[in-house]
């Protein structure tokens, strides 16, 4: 006989299939092996009664601070700790009963069944200004194709062309002079068919530079505001774009200027849902949430929504994440732009092992080869 622990994060339906389990029981199983932290806050003390009593009914649990038997105070946080399959059993539970648990039953349900994928897009990053954070990034004329093309050698999935700075601090420009910055790339690439080779991404949020791009050949709008222009949602209605919406507190002038959030995680979503009511009234089938590392956060606020990235898959979209490079690994770890590729990792498959399908990089190749080490890790 021989007894091995196996890693929590191994592909538990993959395991199953190789023992052989028939196809029900795999189904069963896969259930009981995935696990939910669900923290709920400002809940009626009387609603967290009854959760905990129908929480160990079906053999999960209910975290409640001291006070909660005895309904010392009107209302607390808890922590409801329960597999799938129980997860999937209390919702259905709750949805009789009182103190908005009602209400509960529909939010524990967006948690069932998440996705879970290993498909994970590279983007790679190409700025076409001189005054973006990471000198390396930066591509003018023939030199911008030639990176473009190593880029795709090396991987990459996507590629997202910038022509302004969105660093904290950063100068804002006419559209005009961004479209001047970036139209001889954006020739260059149409004229050699570059969209058939990979994604086009245009980093904008200029409604002249925007509509010049997708004329010719891009289909993605990474769009740092969010849609919060409707002449931008106006056009990838109409051409059919895909709109990357990021969260942004703020602008990039003012972003850093002593960001505040009730709860980071329900902010961003609430503004996440906002914005894709919006989308879809412009008629954009296709969105991306960037929950907007370093636009609007401080480090806590980074770390929490690269570690609970899960949250938002809830809201049915791909996610993508850009850290790369990024001030927050200094406060980390002490260092300059020239030195975070390691961070810049870390984060990064974090975030994918968290539900992230799309990380937005400097370093293409390095991340193809992380993210190939790392599928092999995950079986």
Not at 11 to 27: F, I
Request: net charge negative; aromatic share 4%; charged share 25%.
């Amino acid at each position: 006989m021989v007894v091995e622990k196996l890693s929590d994060s191994i592909d538990l339906r993959r395991e199953l299939q190789t023992l052989g389990v028939d196809s029900g029981g795999v189904g069963i199983l896969e259930d009981k092996g995935t696990s939910h932290l669900i923290r709920i806050r400002d809940l009626h003390v009387g609603a967290a009664n009854i959760l905990k009593q129908d929480a160990l009914s079906v053999g999960a649990d209910l975290a409640v601070p001291r006070g909660t038997v005895t309904a010392s105070v009107p209302r607390v946080d808890v922590l409801l700790i329960a597999t799938e399959r129980q997860l999937q059993q209390l919702a259905k539970k709750e949805k009789a009963q009182p103190f908005g648990l009602k209400q509960l039953s529909s939010e524990l349900e967006s948690f069932c069944r998440l996705p879970n994928t290993t498909d994970v897009s590279v983007m790679g990053i190409l700025n076409a200004n001189d005054d973006s954070f990471y000198h390396a990034s930066r591509f003018q004329g023939t030199k911008a194709i030639e990176r473009i093309e190593t880029m795709i050698g090396e991987g990459a999935d996507i590629i997202d062309l910038g022509g302004v700075s969105s660093r904290p601090g950063s100068v804002a420009v006419s559209a005009e002079e961004e479209l001047n910055r970036l139209r001889p790339i954006i020739d260059a690439l149409y004229e050699q068919r570059m969209y058939e080779k990979t994604k086009l991404s245009l980093d904008s949020y200029a409604p002249l530079v925007i509509d010049y791009a997708l004329e010719r050949g891009f289909h993605i709008v990474n769009d740092i505001t969010g849609l919060a222009d409707d002449e931008v949602a106006r056009l990838c209605g109409s051409y059919g774009a895909t709109a990357v919406i990021m969260h942004m507190q703020g602008t990039p002038q003012t972003m850093q200027e002593n960001p505040t959030y009730d709860s980071v995680l329900h902010d961003v979503e609430v503004f996440f849902k906002e914005r894709i009511e919006k989308a879809e009234k412009f008629g954009i089938r296709e969105m991306i949430l960037d929950c907007g590392i370093g636009f609007g956060k401080r480090l806590e606020e980074n770390l929490a929504l690269i570690t609970h990235q899960r949250h938002f898959l809830r809201l049915g979209k791909e996610l993508l994440v850009g850290a790369s490079r990024k001030s927050m690994i200094d406060a980390l770890s002490p260092s300059n732009s020239e030195e975070r590729l390691a961070g810049s990792l870390a984060i990064h498959l974090k975030a994918i092992e968290e539900g992230a399908s799309i990380v937005r990089v400097h370093d293409v190749k390095e991340h193809v080869q992380a993210i190939r080490v790392w599928k092999a890790l995950q079986g």
